[in-house]
């Protein structure tokens, strides 16, 4: 029979070969045959066959079909291919169909063509093969994978498209994930260069469960790497020069890639000069000499430096520079005690707050430069040997003190701004170099100030007469008030003692109430001063007459009293009465006691007792 019968004829042939001797036995001898028939067997459809030819069926079919079980993958050929299906024949009673969309990544595939599915189902409802070879390829490329993730075999892959933190790439039909970081050994930029391309990667990790496949290109680098940097590293030596690539840059220095050894450049070997960042120096990728200058026991940790290679600015410094040397520079640096300038590259000098004013009274390096401006200055020391350098700006213009008795003799006057405060007074300058010291005392006749800042802000404009003067101490005492006449002389006779003033209570107060005469004078009234001549007291607003009780230039203190307006009135009357009862006694003669119970009436009466 031949090797690919169809099953149908096969079943055809048998019955012709097992019914021919049966017809020809019935026609012979009827009789016999209706006795011997098996009605039995023909009731249920079962016709005797012969056990030799059973058995050269079963062996037959044995040959020439597979054994057709679900999920089970095997081997089939292509004998036919439309414009839509591929058909499959796995030598089973029928062919398979499955469709071309399971052969995108093989476009040429044509008939005769070996092929492994899937027996997904070995008949559907209408009686066809149901094969796939999507899932012959999964399966068979799990098994694959897992044994290249068991061995460590190098396998291919296609890098399909980029996903969120790396890519996606096809290994064996199975979307496997490609981590940014296993790439390459160096940063990746660009990831887009690597979609389409077939790569060589290893399988490094493996999730059964989600079924998830992580892949590295980095560790076919790695392994290559690593043979070279232990060539590298057993032939480091101090002081030796390099060539590597800028791997990567950061805010403290640059990753230098030695050929598979890392080394770092800090920030302060770039370059002699300052720089805020390395970028200023290098670039990624760049190319460039290095030299080592430490390293760890292990020489895992590299230490390089590029400034090294060059001569140090200081040994480059002209030997005619010399103290006194007019200079230009750059401010680089500023902090508050002073700025540090570049004269030269990689060679800076320090200006002192101190020495950019002539001014004692110090301020912030801020207030006189910025970084970045170009200064001159004069050096004022210089050590080749510590490689240190002081500079002054104040030098470059002569010293106001020299001429100070003659600008701000004593009693001049003169206007000055306001540059700082303190508890006790305010800085005035009169000029680059020139402050006085006005103490809180001397800025007003009137005022009562606790702090200069009550009084004027910074930045104004204050008229001031020099007080005192000292050269060799290179201080000046000021003062405000003395530009204008005291008023306290004015009011030393307007407000004398027993002067009576007309004015309204300000303010009720503790122990008492103040009243403003006039901008300068506000004077004290005491609680028990308030009492009216009705027994009454005064209130907040109300108007009444006031007779000054105490004045006092110096502490500006000046204390009135109401009560004493009319108490001097009942004093006078008693006074009169008292004379006038002496006469009367003195015509009528009266008794000593008399006399005595009618002052003593009068007094009472002027003590507010009757």
């Known amino acids: ?121 070995r008949e559907d409802a209408t009686g066809q093969l149901v094969l796939s070879h999507r899932k012959a390829r999964v399966i068979k490329a799990w098994d694959r994978v897992n044994k290249a993730h068991e061995t460590g075999e190098i396998v291919n892959g296609f890098v399909k498209c980029r996903t969120k933190g790396g890519m996606i790439v096809d290994v064996f039909g199975i979307e496997a994930f490609l981590p940014g970081s296993q790439i390459d050994v160096k940063p990746i930029r660009d990831y887009d260069q690597y979609v389409n391309k077939t790569m060589e990667f290893k399988v490094v990790k493996i999730n059964h469960e989600f079924k998830n496949v992580v892949v590295s290109h980095k560790a076919l680098i790695e392994a290559d790497i690593e043979i070279q940097k232990k060539e590298i590293i057993g032939q480091l030596e101090k002081g030796q020069v390099l060539e590597g690539i800028v791997k990567n840059i950061t805010s403290y220095g640059v990753f230098i890639d030695l050929g598979g050894v890392d080394g770092l450049v800090h920030i302060t070997d770039l370059s002699w000069s300052r720089i805020n960042h390395p970028n200023e120096i290098v670039e990624l990728d760049q190319k460039l000499n290095v030299v080592i200058l430490d390293f760890d026991e292990n020489k895992s940790r590299i230490q390089l430096g590029l400034k090294q290679l060059s001569k140090h600015p200081w040994e480059a410094l002209a030997e005619e520079v010399k103290v006194g040397d007019k200079v230009k520079g750059k401010v680089v640096v500023i902090a508050d005690y002073g700025a540090f300038i570049e004269v030269a590259d990689g060679v800076e000098g320090l200006i002192h707050v101190s020495e950019m004013s002539w001014s004692t009274h110090l301020r912030s390096a801020q207030d006189f430069v910025s970084v970045g401006d170009e200064v001159d200055a004069v050096i004022l020391t210089l050590d080749r040997e510590d ?92 003062g405000h008030k003395q530009t204008t006449s005291n008023p306290w002389d004015k009011y030393e006779t307007e407000f004398a003692l027993e002067t009576l003033h007309t004015a309204a209570l300000t303010e009720i107060v503790d122990k008492g109430a103040t009243i403003e005469f006039n901008e300068d004078i506000v004077a004290f009234v005491p609680s028990r001063h308030l009492e009216k001549e009705d027994g009454t007291k005064l209130k907040k607003g109300e108007e009444a007459q006031f007779k000054i009780i105490e004045f006092n230039k110096e502490f500006k203190r000046v204390v009135a009293s109401h009560t004493a307006v009319f108490r001097a009135e009942e004093a006078k009357i008693v006074k009169q009465a008292v004379r006038k009862a002496e006469a009367q006694a003195a015509e009528a003669k009266p008794t000593l006691g008399d006399a005595n119970d009618a002052l003593q009436a009068l007094k009472d009466k002027m003590d507010g007792k009757i």
């Not at 398979?96 to 040429?108: A, D």
């Not at 104040?394 to 004593?410: E, F, G, R, V």
């Not at 405060?421 to 007003?444: C, K």
């Not at 009084?455 to 007080?467: I, M, N, P, R, T």
């Open 387 to 478: 490689r240190k350098m002081s500079l002054g700006i104040k030098q470059l213009s002569a010293d106001p003190w020299t001429d100070i008795t003659t600008k701000y003799p004593l009693s001049s006057k003169h206007t000055g701004i306001v540059r700082n405060f303190t508890n006790f007074g305010v800085f005035v300058e009169l000029e680059e170099g020139i402050d006085g010291l006005i103490y809180i005392s001397d800025l007003s006749w009137t005022k009562k100030i606790k702090h200069p800042s009550e009084f004027c802000a910074v930045g104004d404009k204050l008229d001031v007469v020099v007080l005192e003067l000292d050269v060799e101490g290179r201080k000046l005492s000021l």
């Open 1 to 121: 029979m031949a090797e690919n019968a169809n099953p149908a004829e096969v079943e055809a042939t048998e019955a012709q070969t097992v019914g021919a001797p049966v017809e020809s036995e019935a026609k012979a001898n009827p009789e016999k045959f209706l006795a011997d028939f098996n009605w039995h067997n023909y009731e249920e459809g079962i016709d005797e066959v012969d056990g030799q030819q059973l058995l050269e069926f079963e062996k037959l079919v044995a040959e020439n079909f597979v054994d057709t079980l679900n999920d089970e993958v095997v081997e089939g050929t292509v004998v036919h291919i439309s414009d839509r299906d591929a058909i499959i024949d796995i030598n089973a009673k029928s062919e398979g169909v499955i469709s071309l969309n399971e052969f995108r990544y093989n476009p040429g595939l044509s008939v005769g063509d070996k092929v492994e599915v899937l027996i997904d189902v």
